[in-house]
T-cell receptor, first 114, second 118 residues
Framework: ETGVTQSPTHLIKTRGQQVTLRCSSQ?????VSWYQQALGQGPQFIFQ???????GRGNFPPRFSGLQFPNYSSELNVNALELDDSALYLC?????????????FGSGTQLSVL | AQSVAQPEDQVNVAEGNPLTVKCTYS??????LFWYVQYPNRGLQFLLK??????LVKGSYGFEAEFNKSQTSFHLKKPSALVSDSALYFC????????????????FGKGTHLIIQP
């Protein structure tokens, strides 16, 4: 088990609503990244936060936004939910923002959009 | 843009036999390569990574992987499979900082289900 915790574990929303997912990073880690894993697919990079600033973003629209707090925990916010947003959302933390760092993943939040 | 291909959706191996899970990648620059494993209802767990140097990388639980630059491959191997190795395995690539990477996240393959039969 890693020290990365995510909440909630499951969530059901309807199309058009907004959702906030939360992540506590492992102790000593200052970098958090978020991934979306659709059913039967590999995780896709959403964005990365390093010391409270977004310093990298994948191919996701602006309605996907985030925050990182001084204790390095993080939130993922998704506005105007669409059916295709249904997926497992994974948070990962690492000791630093270097590209060769191994990531420690949480167990994820399963989001269903109806 | 980078991409990862895992050509087999599923690999079946008898317990005690060697296993190989294939991975090829495409990048415009120098890569870091990773293997992660996902157990049911769990997040991904790091297995091993290639950064530089020796092409044969050893990782957790007896797994190893060989970086082959000419074939752009990074196949995962284990000499003797255990039933407990059954899981979903992901290969991933990330560009090195000297190739413009650093904040672009991991690019994952679609995953390979490894099934070890007793």
């Amino acid at each position: 088990e890693t020290g990365v915790t995510q909440s909630p574990t499951h969530l059901i929303k309807t199309r058009g609503q907004q959702v906030t997912l939360r992540c506590s990073s492992q102790s000593g880690h200052n970098t958090v990244s978020w991934y979306q894993q659709a059913l039967g697919q590999g995780p896709q990079f959403i964005f990365q936060y390093y010391r409270e600033e977004e310093n990298g973003r994948g191919n996701f629209p602006p309605r996907f936004s985030g925050l990182q707090f001084p204790n390095y925990s993080s939130e993922l916010n998704v506005n105007a939910l669409e059916l295709d947003d249904s997926a497992l959302y994974l948070c990962a933390s690492s000791r630093a923002a270097n590209a060769n760092e191994k990531l420690f993943f949480g167990s994820g939040t399963q989001l269903s959009v109806l | 843009a980078q991409s990862v291909a895992q050509p087999e959706d599923q690999v079946n191996v008898a317990e005690g036999n060697p296993l190989t899970v294939k991975c090829t990648y495409s990048v415009s620059g120098n890569p870091y390569l990773f293997w992660y494993v996902q157990y049911p209802n769990r997040g991904l767990q790091f297995l091993l990574k290639y950064i530089t140097g020796d092409n044969l990388v050893k990782g957790s639980y007896g797994f190893e992987a060989e970086f082959n630059k000419s074939q752009t491959s990074f196949h995962l191997k284990k000499p003797s499979a255990l039933v407990s190795d059954s899981a979903l395995y992901f290969c991933a690539v990330r560009l090195k900082e000297d190739s413009g990477g650093g904040a672009d996240g991991l690019t994952f393959g679609k995953g390979t289900h490894l099934i070890i039969q007793p």
